[in-house]
């Protein structure tokens, strides 16, 4: 039914059943007030017609002693219905919002969910401009006897957004989000004497055609309070409008009682916080947007519309889209007094710092699967730093005598926060990149989700474009191997990668373009990767840099402090498995050096960074020619290939285990 059916739909009913009407119509003089509870925002509604619903006796005795209101004999005279397969769709005549409607199975049947979720999605698709939801048998149904469901217009009951407690959230295309469904339900526990697991459900239909959908595992049909503040929460309450049925309730809940009210029905989430350093100055300017309470150093939100601005936040440091911008936060902001001056710290928790993560790293463009993708990793980045922070290093270094130099660059061990906002942890923006409802709904459908291996977490590292072969970890950082990051082409089905580390086969291999996800990418596919500021070099799969011998000479002098005077040889030493060279010797007139690894290379070679370390250099009368491979250090996910892989039907869990060898999704909180 399109909307403007429904709606007539409705009004006929509400003119030809006049008790029906009133109800409606008192909607519009209902009591709400706002709450905020364990940090997100919730309504309470003083509705008394609810009464029926919240105060009904839902034990067998009391089931089996009146008739089934829901059967079509005992319905109403007065109550219309339009079919539709096996129900019958209804007007409910004691409405929570406008356009209430009841999904009522012809046959007298237990509600219960198992073989029913393609219905629930069918209703989705059907009933345009709504959210279908199902109130299990002890989470709110008042008629646990008979299956129904129930749907609402999608604006008073949206499903991406925060919950107070732990949630299934997905979205996917309707036929692959029933079985996803399905299984997610059964992995649910069933308690002793019931059926079916406790939960309450809803899904909604995207514009784009994909159906999202959640599910909420419950512990307990009405909380400890039920006898004093009668709330007995449904899918409704759950998705933050709780409904109570008198003036004393609404008075007596407040957010401390919707708290305990959550802990005792539902499985709370206790997500951590992180604390991001955003940029440090002799001078901060900053603005507030909304209420803030100040303790100490810190300023902290009294509600999720709160925002906070900063100016001249510096972005891509020493890399070549380096800038300045005005960027804006959620979250409290932490203005900290050191001997480096002053710093601006971001307290927010991780997945409102993934959504920004996200849409940082990735173009606004990016498809939904790939996001997803890169929730999860960069989800376990963040984690195992928080995680390891006290045993990581800012930069490691080995001198192997005077004549080699090997550093790797990794995590800082930042003394007034746990991770920077730009490219050297994970580039970090606030709320100004997330330009879409797609970030958000990656980030919640994976909420808590992490690859591990072994029973610990992954080190999930990514890079812009491996140039066709997956490096290992070793060949860039400290000397340690992961099993999950192994050496590997970037295609499927699986074809065996040449042995790069030989010279011969590097040379042929980089000079060459062989088939890759990476190497696919068109101007379509960069796009879903690469911010408007990166998308200056069209080909990042295959490139190439020209130097003379003046200007080569004098950039590595610039770059590494070095007087090598005129640089007469760049000889490869030793490459990694993808042919990204992990030892240089730089032969000059006046010194000789051996530099390593993969990032100090590429910043010797370039006035910013060198796309990558897979290159093979040719040198000629006048000067060197660089010819490359990639974009980065090629460890882990490949951006540009995870994005032709979406495009090519690839889900997020496909997409994890082609990078991540290994390795398994697990949620952690």
């Known amino acids: 039914m399109k909307n403007d059916e429904i709606k007539a739909f409705v009004r006929r009913q509400l003119d030809a059943w006049p008790e029906a009407a009133a109800r409606h119509k008192a909607l519009d003089d209902v009591k709400v007030k706002r709450l905020t509870v364990n940090g997100t925002d919730m309504s309470v509604m003083y509705n008394s017609a609810r009464s029926?619903?919240?105060?009904?006796?839902?034990?067998?005795?009391?089931?089996?002693?009146?008739?089934?209101?829901?059967?079509s004999g005992s319905r109403p005279s007065e109550q219309l219905s339009v079919a539709d397969g096996d129900y019958d769709i209804c007007v409910n005549p004691y409405p929570v919002f406008p356009g209430h409607l009841t999904i009522i199975n012809r046959s007298h049947t237990k509600q219960?969910?198992?073989?029913?979720?393609?219905?629930m999605i069918h209703f989705a698709q059907t009933l345009e401009g709504y959210t279908v939801f199902y109130n299990g048998p002890r989470c709110g149904a008042s008629a646990p006897d008979h299956l129904h469901f129930q749907g609402v217009p999608h604006e008073y009951m949206p499903l991406?957004?925060?919950?107070?407690?732990?949630?299934?959230?997905?979205?996917?295309?309707?036929?692959?989000?029933?079985?996803?469904?399905?299984?997610?339900?059964?992995?649910?526990?069933?308690?002793?004497?019931?059926?079916?697991?406790?939960v309450n459900m809803a899904v909604h239909l995207l514009p784009d055609g994909n159906v999202e959908a959640v599910i909420i595992p419950r512990r307990a049909h009405r909380p400890r309070c039920y006898d004093r503040l009668h709330v007995s929460p449904g899918t409704i309450d759950m998705s933050g409008t709780f409904i109570v049925t008198s003036e004393a309730d609404f008075a007596a809940l407040d957010a401390d009682k919707a708290s305990e009210i959550l802990d005792d029905v539902a499985y709370v989430s206790h997500q951590p916080s992180i604390r991001v350093g955003i940029m440090s100055a002799d001078n901060i300017k900053y603005r507030l947007l909304g209420d803030y309470r100040e303790e100490n150093d810190t300023f902290f939100p009294e509600d999720e519309t709160c925002s906070f601005e900063l100016e001249d936040v510096t972005i891509?440091?020493?890399?070549?889209?380096?800038r300045k911008e005005r960027q804006m936060f959620k979250g409290a902001l932490q203005l900290l007094?050191?001997?480096?001056?002053?710093?601006?710290?971001?307290?927010?928790?991780?997945?409102?710092?993934?959504?920004?993560?996200?849409?940082?790293?990735?173009?606004?463009?990016?498809?939904?699967?790939?996001?997803?993708?890169?929730?999860?990793?960069?989800?376990?980045?963040?984690?195992?730093?928080l995680e390891h922070k006290e045993s990581h290093g800012a930069c490691c270094k080995a001198d192997n005598g005077s004549d080699e130099i090997v550093k790797w660059y990794d995590h800082d061990d930042h003394k007034y926060f746990d991770v920077c906002a730009d490219d050297h942890c994970q580039r970090y923006q606030g709320v100004t990149r997330i330009t879409r409802d797609e970030a958000r709904r990656a980030v919640m459908s994976t909420w808590g989700e992490v690859l591990v291996s072994d029973g610990k977490l992954c080190d999930t590292r990514f890079s812009k474009c491996c140039g066709g072969a997956f490096e290992e970890f070793e060949h860039c950082w400290e000397p340690v191997h992961h099993n999950y990051l192994e050496r590997g082409r970037d295609i499927l089905p699986e074809q065996p990668l040449p042995d790069l580390r030989?010279?011969?086969?590097?040379?042929?291999?980089?000079?060459?373009?062989?088939?890759?996800?990476?190497?696919?990418?068109?101007?379509?596919?960069?796009?879903?990767?690469?911010?408007?500021?990166?998308?200056?070099?069209?080909?990042?799969?295959?490139?190439?840099?020209?130097?003379?011998?003046?200007?080569?000479?004098?950039?590595?002098?610039?770059?590494?402090?070095?007087?090598?005077?005129?640089?007469?040889?760049?000889?490869?030493?030793?490459?990694?498995?993808?042919g990204r060279i992990d030892r240089l010797r730089i032969v000059g007139t006046k010194a000789v050096k051996v530099v390593g690894k993969e990032l100090e290379i590429r910043r010797w070679l370039s006035p910013t960074h060198l796309y990558s370390s897979a290159f093979v250099p040719v040198k000629d009368a006048s000067g060197f020619t660089l010819y490359g491979a990639g974009w980065g250090h090629g460890v882990g996910l490949c951006q540009i290939g995870a994005a032709v892989m979406s495009e090519q039907g690839y889900d997020y869990r496909q997409i994890l285990a082609h990078y991540f060898k290994n390795a398994e999704l697990k949620r952690i909180y």
């Not at 219960?112 to 219905?119: T, Y």
């Not at 939904?368 to 195992?384: C, D, N, Q």
């Not at 408007?532 to 295959?542: G, V």
């Open 52 to 71: 029926i619903s919240t105060l009904a006796s839902v034990d067998g005795r009391s089931i089996a002693a009146r008739k089934c209101f829901l059967c």
């Open 112 to 119: 219960a969910i198992a073989g029913h979720v393609a219905d």
């Open 160 to 198: 991406d957004r925060k919950y107070a407690f732990k949630r299934i959230y997905m979205v996917d295309a309707p036929d692959r989000i029933v079985p996803q469904l399905e299984a997610a339900l059964a992995e649910l526990p069933i308690p002793d004497g019931d059926y079916e697991p406790m």
């Open 316 to 322: 891509g440091v020493g890399f070549h889209w380096q």
């Open 337 to 385: 007094d050191t001997p480096e001056g002053r710093v601006a710290v971001n307290v927010v928790p991780v997945e409102d710092y993934l959504m920004s993560v996200i849409s940082s790293e990735m173009s606004a463009k990016a498809s939904l699967e790939l996001l997803k993708a890169h929730a999860v990793i960069s989800r376990g980045w963040v984690m195992a730093q």
């Open 502 to 578: 030989d010279e011969a086969v590097a040379h042929d291999w980089i000079l060459g373009r062989p088939d890759a996800f990476c190497a696919q990418a068109g101007p379509e596919t960069l796009k879903q990767v690469l911010n408007d500021y990166d998308l200056a070099t069209k080909d990042f799969y295959r490139w190439s840099v020209r130097y003379t011998v003046e200007e080569l000479s004098e950039l590595v002098s610039t770059r590494s402090g070095i007087d090598f005077g005129e640089i007469l040889e760049l000889q490869p030493l030793s490459r990694g498995v993808s």
